[in-house]
């Protein structure tokens, strides 16, 4: 089994910043695509960003040039650094982890983001 662990959620005002990190554990052998993605309110889950285990990034284009994702391989561990936020950023924020036929889900953490 695979175990992910989110942190860095909170409220933050419009032009803000957050940082946002998870915790991948367990069997992580074969974890090739980390990612995140977001639920807004009434909204379905969408992607946020993915980075490869070899290093090659996705941003969905609503968050091109705010938001930053990146690894520690050595921590196993995800970050997503969020920039210029905005209130339409206001989300549950979940961490995901891929293995061939498989996608792993964190809890989730809110960032509610105030105008």
């Known amino acids: 089994q695979v175990q992910l662990v989110e942190s860095g959620g909170g409220l933050v005002q419009a032009g803000g910043s957050l940082r946002l990190s998870c915790v991948v554990s367990g069997s992580i052998f074969g974890i090739n695509t980390k990612g995140w993605y977001r639920q807004g309110p009434g909204k379905q889950r969408e992607l946020v960003a993915t980075?490869?285990?070899?290093?090659?990034?996705y941003y969905a284009d609503s968050v091109k040039g705010r938001f930053t994702i990146s690894s520690s391989n050595v921590l196993n561990t995800v970050y997503l650094q969020m920039n210029s936020l905005k209130p339409d950023d206001t989300a549950v924020y979940y961490c995901a982890a891929d293995r061939v036929g498989t996608r792993y889900w964190g809890q989730g953490t809110q960032v509610t983001v105030s105008s």
């Open positions: 980075i490869t285990s070899g290093g090659n990034t």
